[in-house]
């Protein structure tokens, strides 16, 4: 969508739907929140939903549903084999990815335990331009590994690259010559989540189909985040930005061999999907599916939600709607940066990633800044976000605390949930808290290690109450 230009004022993100049905919130106070974060072991996880104000920790399963999906869900056909609900949801993939033969599954992590089941062996490789959690710990549990190919620039926490997510097509050419016969599959995040949202070029993802067709190894798309990777591609990819997004979706996938996504985050709803065209390989992969998901005209998800997501696909190829997102997500990221405040960029999709290293340089690395600025964030406005560090980065070695190769907090932007005087007041807050940094101290694991994400920690000192003293000396009030 063209921004729309104002006459007089800053240019704001424009909201392309109205709200029919609202829930309930507050925010609880400053003291509330100290106690709260707390109670929750100063993980972000453990909060509880009453303890929100803006719950920014994920877009996953939470983004807004239209009227018209959940009118569609009443039309679920609850029928354990055959459902009428498959065979038009199984259309509507067609008519849009155009591929012949469809799996549901219950999310998007069971795609990839599909995946890993059908295709991953012990010595098993699997190239991809980033890692993220839930996909390479089925590929090791199935005794294979995964090489990272993100380009040069992709760590790069401040940079002008459009696409970050793009492969080092030197590299995965390197590793399809040299491993050719141990490559599972070849696997394209697109957009890459854990670094920042960061989108990857059509034409990148292209040359990467074509070496894999070249070594003969499968191409296989998780989808997950293409919603704004698709509107990035569209405003940034010269190439493409005469065409719809209903043609930039039939490019790419007519390239790829496989598609997946985790439906709690394309299609607006809460599940997961397999596509192909290969007969043999819809065969192989069912019979998993069959045995660990559910049959597979529903694979675990419930009808309702299969509607949903089928009606939810369509808005997805509406450029108006997947423009709101990357907006939402650049205005929270231009205001932040012109109050000085350290952001990955360039923007990219799923949420605002706030450069935590740069923010609280004065945390160790083995005190999290991102998980003890997440929790300041926290104390001082009530919104969730998710620490994308040290806390979060799986241990190699039980022995080793392993270092993330960044420390960022990510606000996850929710699609079409919240209002941009929500993310006026966010920024606010945050401008706060930035001029009152040096308060913020660092947090510790109470339990043994090896650690898990969701773990409790504590703070090293009393600096959350001598945060929340600080704000309410300032705003003279708790709120
Ligand atoms: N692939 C990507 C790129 C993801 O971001 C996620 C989930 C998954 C696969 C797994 O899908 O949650 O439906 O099982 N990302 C969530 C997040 C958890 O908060 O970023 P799922």
Redesign the pocket.
Known sequence: MEKVKYYNRKPLPLEMHKVCIVQKTRIPTVEERVNAIRRAGFNTYRLESDDLYLDML?D?GVNAMTNEQLGAMMIGDDCYAGSSTYKRLKNKIKEIFNKDYFLPVH???AC?YMLALSYVKPGSIVPMNFQ?G??VNKIRYCGGDYVICIQEDGLNRQSSNPFKGDFDLVKLERILREKGDNVAFVRI?AGT?LIGGQPIALDNMLAVAELCKKYGVLSVL?A??LQDNLHFIKTRENAYSGMSIREIVRIMSDAMDIIYF?A??LGFGRG?AIILNDETEFEHIKTFVANFEGFPTFGGMSVKEMEAIRVGLDDTMDEDIIAQGPQFIEYLCTELEDAGIPVVTPPGGLGCHIDAMKFVPHIKRDEFPGGSLAAAIYIASGARGMERGGIDEPWEDPEVEPYGSMELVRLAVPRRVYTVSQMNYLIDRLCWLYDNRELIGGIKFETPAPHNFYDALNSVSDWPERLAAKFREDFGESL
């Open positions: 994920t996953s999310q998007g992590r990839e993220f839930t996909s995040e989540n998780d997950s985040l985790s709690r985050k997961g």
